[in-house]
């Protein structure tokens, strides 16, 4: 499927109609919304270029990879994003101010209310001093940021669903935004959406906010409170090597043609759209890549000690998971 | 009369770190500092979430440590690897390694000056008088002006609010330095590109395995890179380096501010070939002195760290048992340490380690090269500016040299090496990040990962006070420092920003 990304190299021109309506029509045919999901999201986009939707960024036990991956958004490109698409009042990594009078944009943010909070990272729950800010545990400033945003953004395997941070054996207690929600009597239903990946896909997280925009609150799986539109498929179902699949035919080493099941491919249990908009402006994917899928958007990724990567080991002794698991079959 | 200054947080770095400055009233009437802590803030535990795992697990894993620097974790750990399974990466493989890790350099590089530094030098608010033709900062323009005109409470941010400064002065630099601010936001996704063009994705790639990487090269994929690097050297070329010596124009005191410990260390980085010659050599630098590395002289103090007390350790035996409370810490960073000595990490110390090598390089031609015109000896280098420049060079040097990487790969051939999977072995793997020199140390016990410890950039150059009370390099340099208005300490961030911190790599 072709999957070059229209490349926006006129930066800060203004966006007529037709503009938002191809970058809308990119996205939906990425998420296989067809023409009606077209016309929402260039809809979306178009509303967040006028209102400029006030975000906070706020950062716990995170690696920032979330945030570089959102600075390649190339569909609206970086600029756009930071100047014309939010207000991004305040970023760890990218705001001018600092100290003090940074602690002071946040709060004056809070007060201000009417603003998406993005939440990149876990939460050390169990080692409340395992995140500081300004001496004192972040999880205060997280939790009067959650109550008083208008919806909030979960970027990222880490704040979705703890990630490598919340992996078997972590010393902080590390739990996901939902959990701490939930936690702190912070209501969740409808005001949370979770975006997974390790990174998060910069796509996914501008996508989200552009359907919010135009349509409020998204249709999510229950569960995961993941949007449809994003995470509904797996990569497995999607693969462009799914013919191999079926004929048994399965790569024995890195770098062969073939099935990736076999050196450890975990698509039977991701779910996100991989396979269509690929990554890096569609320039390639783990699996293009001959890179087996490490399942990084699943609510499991990374969690067990036990439940490795790859299957190499499998050659010289015995594991504790069965071949079925990694299929994603019930029995 | 001293007065305590707190910055925290500092923004426009990677992660979480306080500024702790102790300063006294100086006769500029400014406010001098005595003594600076540099207080990492937050703590993961990498090196116990991989005890137990798969040994194979750890180049995916270890990469979550920084997703700004994922490529060298990944490095690092599969040359660990591959040192416990007794293999090296194939032709094919060095070459795409070395070709993902270089774009990840580039990327680093350019969101380092300019999306993270610049904002302490440029003075984005120019841009309201600008009155030219060009589109971006017309647009620039309005957006900052409208926003003014509505009151809009949090207008032009994340460019504003900012502390008061000293800020570039001419409005035509200032006007071109916002406009490549924005241009270079293009540029490193570009970067970014190249990288995954090998690596299948970045941030985190997937296709970095022991051995080599899983994409084979095809020419369609080393056309690919070939352009865009094409693109990103120009505009070091003809942008970031110029737009270098134009803030080193304006603020010539910051080749005098800063200087830090003044010992250096590089563990070298991007294998030449399948010997053990690399592009930018290893070597520590003490008291002036060039000597060869070696690795066995590094140990982590934790005098001032959270985590249980002890004596110092070399990390193939370093444990990593968190204490947030315990009394007198007061940073989440352990104290690397090299022959008991503090030593900075980065481009800096890439560049005066491998000019005082007795050896001459290339190297040095291109240092003396640079500085001939401006009529600067390499001493001043030593500095906030000199980070900078070295940083700058670097880039041109990786960027030049790829282009040469690619011209060696073998077209359509594998990429990668078979191995087997030891039941016992140890390995170490030593590489420079972009923000310095970085090793990974692994011990396998009945195929699992028994023991791992990273020592990352830095954890070397933020580092705390060690048991005999040495500050860390951070720390030293921001010693001697005057405040103009200690309630907006900008020199402070000029200082810190210049090592180009990295938290999150820092504590792991």
Redesign the interface.
């Known amino acids: 499927m072709a999957t070059t990304a229209p490349t926006t ?6 966006f007529t109609r037709r503009d938002f309506l191809r970058a809308g029509a990119f996205l939906a045919g990425l998420y296989g919304l067809g023409r009606t999901g077209a016309v929402t999201l260039a809809e979306g986009l178009q509303r967040l270029f006028e209102r400029k939707q ?1 975000v906070l960024w706020l ?11 959102f ?2 958004a ?1 569909h609206p ?3 756009d994003v ?3 698409m939010a ?17 002071e ?1 946040i709060r ?2 809070i007060r ?1 209310g009417h603003y998406v909070l993005i939440c990149e990272g ?1 939460i ?1 729950l169990g ?1 409340p ?7 004192q545990p972040m999880l205060e400033l997280l939790n009067d940021a959650l109550r008083n945003a208008s919806l909030v953004v979960a970027a990222g395997s880490c704040a979705a669903f703890a ?3 919340g ?6 207690g ?1 739990v996901c935004v939902r959990d701490f929600m939930e936690k702190r009597d912070i209501p969740v239903d409808k005001r949370l959406i979770n975006c997974p990946g ?2 998060c896909h910069p796509d996914s997280l501008v996508a989200t906010l552009a359907y919010v925009a135009a349509r409020g609150y998204p249709k999510v799986n229950p569960q995961l409170l993941t949007p449809d539109m994003i995470y509904g498929r797996s990569v497995h179902d999607d693969c462009p090597r799914f013919h191999y699949w079926q004929k048994n035919a399965f790569a024995q ?3 062969e043609e073939g099935c990736l099941f076999k050196l450890g491919c975990l698509g039977p249990l991701s779910y996100t759209n991989c396979p269509h908009r ?4 569609g ?4 699996i ?7 399942a ?1 958007t699943s609510p499991e990724f ?1 969690r067990r ?1 036990d439940f ?3 299957r ?2 499998e ?3 015995a594991v504790t998971y069965h071949e079925h698991e990694r299929r994603g079959d019930k029995s | 009369m001293s007065r305590t200054v707190e910055i925290s947080p500092l923004t426009r770095i990677e992660g979480h770190l306080a500024v702790h400055l102790e300063t006294e009233p100086d006769e500029s009437s400014g406010f001098r500092v005595k003594a600076a802590r540099c207080e990492g803030e937050m703590y993961r535990g990498f090196e116990q979430i991989l005890r137990h795992r798969d040994p194979l697990d750890a180049q995916q894993i270890t990469q979550r440590i920084c997703g700004v620097c994922p490529i060298p974790h990944a490095i690092a750990s599969v040359r660990a690897q591959e040192m416990a399974y007794g293999i090296r990466q194939n032709h094919n493989g060095r070459l795409l390694q070395n070709l993902i890790l270089a774009a990840n350099y580039l990327h680093s590089h350019i969101l380092h000056f300019y999306h993270l530094a610049a904002l302490d030098f440029v003075d984005v608010t120019a841009v309201l008088n600008y009155q030219g033709s060009d589109r971006t900062l017309k647009a620039l323009k309005n957006w900052a002006a409208e926003a003014v005109a509505r009151s809009d409470p949090f207008a032009a941010a994340p460019l504003l609010p900012r502390y008061d400064g000293d800020y570039v002065k001419d409005a035509d630099r200032n006007q071109r330095l916002v406009a490549h601010y924005a241009e270079a936001l293009e540029i490193r996704r570009i970067c970014d590109e190249m990288a995954a063009i090998f690596g299948a994705r970045v941030p985190h790639s997937t296709a970095i395995v022991p051995g080599g990487v899983t994409q084979v090269p095809t020419a369609e994929r080393v056309l690919s890179y070939a352009g865009r690097l094409k693109r990103v050297l120009d505009f070091i070329e003809a942008v970031y380096l110029p737009d270098l010596l134009e803030v080193a124009t304006e603020f010539p005191q910051y080749f005098e501010i800063g200087r830090g410990c003044g010992n250096f260390l590089s563990f070298g980085v991007f294998e030449q070939d399948a010997g053990d010659s690399k592009f930018i050599g290893a070597g520590a630098v003490i008291n002036r002195k060039w000597e060869a590395v070696d690795q066995a002289a590094i140990a982590e103090d934790v005098a001032a760290s959270r985590y249980a007390p002890g004596p110092a350790q070399h990390p193939s035996r370093g444990q990593t048992q968190p204490q947030p409370a315990r009394p007198g810490a007061y940073s989440w960073l352990k104290a690397p340490r090299y022959r008991g000595q503090p030593m900075e990490v980065g481009p800096l110390a890439r560049v005066m380690v491998n000019y005082l090598n007795p050896s001459a390089t290339w190297l040095r031609r291109e240092v003396d090269a640079f500085l001939a015109p401006l009529n600067l000896p390499v001493e001043k280098l030593i500095s906030v500016l000199g980070r900078h420049v070295a940083r700058g060079l670097e880039a041109l040097w990786i960027a030049r040299q790829a282009g040469k990487w690619l011209d060696q790969i073998e077209l359509d051939a594998p990429a990668t090496c078979d191995f087997e999977l030891p039941k016992s072995a140890s390995g170490f793997g030593l590489t420079e990040a972009p923000r310095g020199a970085l090793g990974h140390w692994l011990t396998i016990e009945n195929y699992r990962i028994e023991h791992y410890q990273c020592v990352v950039p830095t954890t070397w150059n933020c580092s705390p006070r060690d048991s005999q009370g040495k500050p860390g390099p951070v720390e030293a340099a921001l010693e001697g420092l005057v405040l103009r208005d200690p309630s907006q300490p900008i020199e402070a961030g000029r200082v810190v920003r210049s090592f180009d911190p990295c938290l999150a790599c820092a504590v792991h």
């Open positions: 190299t006129r930066s800060l021109r203004s006030l950062q716990c036990q995170s690696c920032s990879g979330c945030s570089v991956s600075l390649n190339d490109g970086p600029l930071i100047t014309r207000s991004l009042v305040y970023h760890p990594n990218l705001s001018a101010t600092q100290g003090e009078q940074a602690i944009t004056k943010l201000h876990a050390p080692m001093q395992a995140c500081l800010l300004a001496g990630g490598i941070p992996a078997e054996g972590n010393a902080t590390a390790c990174p080493r890195f770098g690929q990554w890096n402006g320039i390639n994917w783990c293009r890549a001959g890179a087996p899928c490490i990084c990374a000690r490795a990567f790859y190499l080991g050659k010289y002794h």
